[in-house]
C-alpha cells in the first residue's frame, strides 16, 4: 500500500509501505494493507510507518486521515519527519508552556498551552527522544 502526508506548503512523505500507525481524535490506530475504506479525524500525535525492517517516525498535527484502495492520505497542518526535530528546541517549548501553566493566571490561554506541549510531546516521541 501506499502513503502521503501532505501540509498545505510540501509533501512530506510519498512511498509505499507496509504498516501505518497513526493518531485520530478517537484514540491511535494502525492501518494494514487490505484495510477496509476509514476516514478519521487526527490529533496532535506520531505516525509511525513501517516499511520492511524500516521504521519511520513523523509528527502529525491535527488534520485528516484516509483510506481507500490501499492509498493512505494524510492532510495536516505541520508534518515533520522524526530525524529533524531540533530536540532542544522542542524542549524548551516544552517547559515555557508548563511554566504558564503552572501561573494559574487567568489571563492565559490554558489550551493554547495544552497544545504547545502536545506538540512538543509528539515532536520529542517522533525523534526517539523521550
Ligand atoms: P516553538 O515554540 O518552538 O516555535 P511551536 O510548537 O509553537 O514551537 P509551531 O508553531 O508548531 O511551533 O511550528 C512553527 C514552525 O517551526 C513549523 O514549521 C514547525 O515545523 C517548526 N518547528 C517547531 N518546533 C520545531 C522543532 N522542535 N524541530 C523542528 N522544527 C520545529
Partial sequence: MHLKIITSDKIVFDENVDAIYTRGTDGEFGILPNHVPLMSALDIGVTKVV??????????????????????????????????????????????????????????????????IARAKARLKASLSE
Fill in 51 to 116: 516499511q520492511g525492517n524500516d521504521t519511520k517516525y513523523f509528527t502529525t498535527m491535527g488534520g485528516v486521515f484516509q483510506f481507500k484502495d490501499g492509498e493512505g492520505l494524510i492532510l495536516t497542518t505541520t508534518a515533520e519527519d522524526g530525524n529533524n526535530i531540533d530536540v532542544a528546541r522542542a524542549k524548551a517549548a516544552m517547559e515555557r508552556a508548563k511554566a504558564l501553566l503552572d501561573e494559574h493566571d487567568a489571563a492565559i490561554d490554558a489550551k493554547r498551552a495544552e497544545a504547545a
